[in-house]
């Protein structure tokens, strides 16, 4: 049994009109071997749209809040380093 | 005499409900948990997305002991068993898959609270070390002896 384990899955694909959508999610779980705990991560990654035709179109699904988030957060802290050292420097 | 040790019954029922519990869990990767029931418009379909975040943990333990040493001529033996969990799962929009005739777009959802929360903080660091920084400029000389 392996401890970290990422996969990306396909769903069912459903028809619309023209296009068949296919949803697929990424899975990040987390099992300690010994030790009855565990931590599943599951989130939705992009969905396959297949036209009539033939033509098909990879729609990544982005998390806007989560990278909005981080990147305020790194650059605060990258602020604050950048800061601290401009007063050394004075 | 000694007693019999009678299994635990009560112990397989709680096993087979843990088990229950984290099959459930388990069940929280599944691609129908974060892609949600499609809702039908006329000719749209919008189906909304969710980021599935689940975290669980249990323990089960069991023992036995017997009094024979303590008291020779009336020995008694018992037995016991226990076990307790935890578990959350948390749940957070990420965007919504719109299918019309004219095509297919992922609209974000935004969390507006969040993001301004995350900002604050960033503030927050920021102001921090501007304090930290003139209250150390400003401090009195060290008074040489």
């Not at chain 1, 970290?4 to 990424?26: A, C, H, Y």
């Not at chain 2, 948390?90 to 095509?103: H, K, T």
Request: include cysteine; proline fraction near 6%; aromatic fraction near 6%.
């Amino acid at each position: 049994m392996s401890v970290i384990k990422s996969e990306i899955k396909k769903g069912d694909s459903r028809q619309v009109g023209n296009f068949k959508l296919t949803p697929m999610n990424q899975v990040l779980s987390v099992q300690i071997p010994g030790y009855h705990a565990g931590w599943v991560w599951n989130r939705p990654k992009a969905v396959v749209v297949r036209t009539s035709d033939g033509q098909e179109r990879v729609l990544p699904v982005t998390d806007v809040t989560r990278v909005a988030i981080w990147t305020l957060l790194a650059s605060g802290l990258l602020g604050a380093i950048l800061m601290g050292l401009l007063y050394r420097v004075r | 005499m000694t007693d019999e040790i009678i299994p635990n019954k009560s112990a397989e029922a709680g096993l087979e409900v843990i088990q229950n519990t984290m099959e459930e869990f388990l069940a929280a990767s599944d691609v129908r948990v974060v892609y949600g029931e499609p809702i039908l418009h006329d000719d749209t379909m919008i189906i909304p997305t969710a980021e599935v975040l689940c975290a669980f943990g249990f323990g089960i333990g069991s023992g036995s002991g017997s009094t024979s040493d303590e008291n020779p001529e009336k020995p008694s033996q018992g037995s016991g068993s226990g076990g307790g969990g935890g578990g959350r799962i948390l749940s957070r929009p990420v965007a919504v898959v719109v299918a019309s005739p004219e095509g297919v777009r992922v609209e974000p959802v935004v969390d507006i609270t969040k993001i301004a929360l995350a900002g604050l903080t960033a503030i927050g660091f920021m102001v921090g070390m501007m304090f930290r920084m003139s209250s150390r400029r400003h401090a009195l000389p060290d008074i040489e002896e």
